[in-house]
């Protein structure tokens, strides 16, 4: 057992508690689109494999929001005079254009909405008082996106949007769709833009908006509060879609939230590292935030760090990479990332054979994408604060009971009755012939000449890559379940990126430097990325014969000889 509960107040206390929140933040703490996250993980079922890794969506919103505040300060702090007044000058030119578009009815003079004690500690020396509204406005806006960046997550995260993806992908091959098929092949295209947007952040941007406009005003009365909501609504959706608005970048902003050195990363390397009991005491990532610097370029605005952090900043992306490597990539943990995944396309599945009518879509898979189509917003509302997981793992249960009582079970109903019991009650039916790289050699029959030759060609795989890969790993598990009855499979592919940008730079008071021209922190990760196996296959028999074997290696060469 790894990882414990100390270690899980250490970085709650370390970080979370007496954070201030302002008037409006506190306000969005209590709807029912924010609240959802008190129910929602953010490793899915890791807890198996790591009891402390139970962290909730809600908190990491919160420890977001925090970190984004000391980046924007001290990213103005560090500018040189001339760049942080023109940026101040370009956000005071955003926003009157903003309020003139909108119709706002806002004055600069009287802004005590916004003089709470919460943002006092982010305050920064300003000209003058229009540039203090000005500058207290984009903080709270900046705050408030990073609080509101993952509200789009549906339940148990990025696994159930894997699944739902791989559902839309099966449904898009066939000639012939039944009613049901089209009309959730017509919502997931809908709402991720034909498949051009990542599901949940295109459902957040949703609930931002469906939360500003409707979901707050329950809690304000007073109009002037309502008018600047309003335009902080508005910068919020500009920050988080990037939008280049009256010359002004907002990318710029967004990368607070979401970059190679962000408030999300710093917030969430360091508490799920400290969980899985790999780091025994919280990095200090508050050091990092003090060396974030604004810096203009060829007429452009750079969110950047000083040169000085680059050893802070090499080692948080070194946690980065090892939290993929070690915990998320874990075998037990992508053994029940890959039977969650697959219970949620079964009972999809299950749903599109089904010839009955819907009656009560609550009590069905459905409402993962149903939600979309109410069109009354107070039920709308009702509908989303039930969409987590005690939601969900009441469904499974459902399922597994009713699979549990019939008297004969077909082989597929076998299988996932086997899957919810791994899911819910964490029972240990499959197993992966290796955990490891060289368990995979040994396990396949690779030469010494044959592991020199691929060592490095796993860790990511290519879109194209991968397709093929999950294409033949289909076919496989369907021809050996085909032929021995009381034989199942699982696969989980693996697959991930050092997570750093192309162009980061650093700043060393006079230029930009492109990171890759001060270290070898990115051929460091890449060399050690190809440590990792291209794949875990999960069964419930002990040993694989022969045959499947040989297949296995077969296929691997197949894909990755290239």
């Not at 300003?126 to 339940?155: C, E, S, W």
């Not at 707050?216 to 280049?244: A, G, P």
């Not at 009256?246 to 508490?271: G, M, P, W």
């Not at 107070?378 to 604060?385: E, R, Y």
Request: hydrophobic fraction near 35%; proline fraction near 1%.
């Amino acid at each position: 057992m790894k990882g414990n509960t100390i270690q899980n107040r250490l970085i709650n206390d370390t970080i979370y508690n007496h954070i201030p929140y302002t008037k409006l933040e506190d306000k969005i703490l209590q709807t029912k689109i924010l609240n959802r996250l008190q129910f929602i993980t953010q490793n899915a079922l890791a807890y198996f494999s790591y009891p402390s890794i139970t962290t909730k969506r809600f908190i990491h919103s919160l420890g977001t929001m925090h970190l984004s505040s000391y980046i924007f300060k001290n990213s103005l702090l560090n500018a040189n005079k001339e760049t942080k007044n023109q940026f101040l000058k370009d956000l005071k030119r955003v926003i009157k254009a903003i309020v003139q578009e909108e119709k706002l009815n806002i004055n600069f003079d009287d802004l005590s909405y916004f003089d709470n004690k919460a943002l006092y500690e982010f305050t920064i020396p300003t000209k003058n008082k229009k540039d203090r509204a000005v500058y207290t406005i984009f903080l709270q806006a900046i705050r408030i996106a990073g609080l509101m960046h993952d509200v789009g997550h549906l339940p148990f995260s990025h696994q159930i949007e894997n699944a739902l993806k791989k559902v839309y992908y099966e449904i898009s091959k066939k000639e012939k769709l039944e009613e049901k098929e089209l009309e959730f092949i017509k919502l997931y295209e809908d709402i991720t833009k034909n498949s051009t947007l990542v599901l949940h952040e295109a459902i957040g941007k949703e609930l931002i908006k469906l939360l500003f406009e409707f979901e707050i005003f329950d809690f304000i009365k007073d109009s002037n509060e309502k008018e600047l909501i309003k335009l902080i609504k508005t910068l919020c959706i500009y920050i988080l879609e990037d939008r280049v608005y009256k010359e002004f970048n907002f990318s710029t902003l967004h990368k607070i939230i979401d970059s190679t050195v962000d408030a999300d990363r710093l917030d969430y390397i360091n508490r799920d590292m400290l969980a899985s009991g790999y780091i025994t005491g919280p990095s200090d990532h508050i050091r990092i935030t003090k060396q974030a610097v604004l810096v203009k370029e060829e007429n452009s605005y750079h969110l950047s760090f000083f040169d000085m952090g680059l050893i802070d900043i090499e080692h948080m992306l070194e946690m980065r990479f090892n939290l993929y490597k070690k915990v998320i990539y874990n075998h037990g943990i992508a053994k029940t990332d890959a039977l969650l995944e697959n219970v949620v396309q079964f009972l999809s599945s299950k749903y599109f054979e089904s010839k009955e009518k819907k009656t009560d879509f609550l009590n069905g898979i459905s409402l993962l994408w149903d939600f979309q189509k109410e069109t009354n917003t107070d039920k709308k509302l009702d509908l989303i604060s039930i969409l987590d997981e005690n939601w969900l793992i009441s469904l499974f249960k459902n399922e597994y009971f009713t699979l549990k009582n019939k008297n004969t079970l077909s082989h597929l109903e076998k299988k996932y009755k086997y899957c919810f019991e791994e899911v819910l009650f964490g029972k240990r039916f499959f197993r992966s012939p290796w955990k490891n790289l060289n368990e995979f050699y040994k396990v396949l029959g690779f030469s010494t000449v044959e592991r020199y030759q691929f060592r490095e060609s796993f860790g990511y795989i290519t879109p194209k890559n991968l397709v093929k890969l999950q294409g033949l790993l289909d076919n496989f598990i369907k021809k050996w379940e085909n032929q021995e009855e009381e034989l199942f499979f699982t696969y989980q592919t693996v697959s991930f990126k050092i997570g750093i940008q192309k162009d980061f730079s650093l700043y060393d008071c006079e230029n930009l430097i492109n990171l890759d021209e001060i270290s070898t922190l990115r051929k460091r990760l890449k060399q050690s990325m190809r440590n990792t196996v291209p794949f875990y296959l999960y069964t419930n028999k002990k040993n694989m014969n022969e045959e499947m074997k040989e297949e296995l290696k077969t296929l691997v060469l197949s894909v990755f000889k290239d």
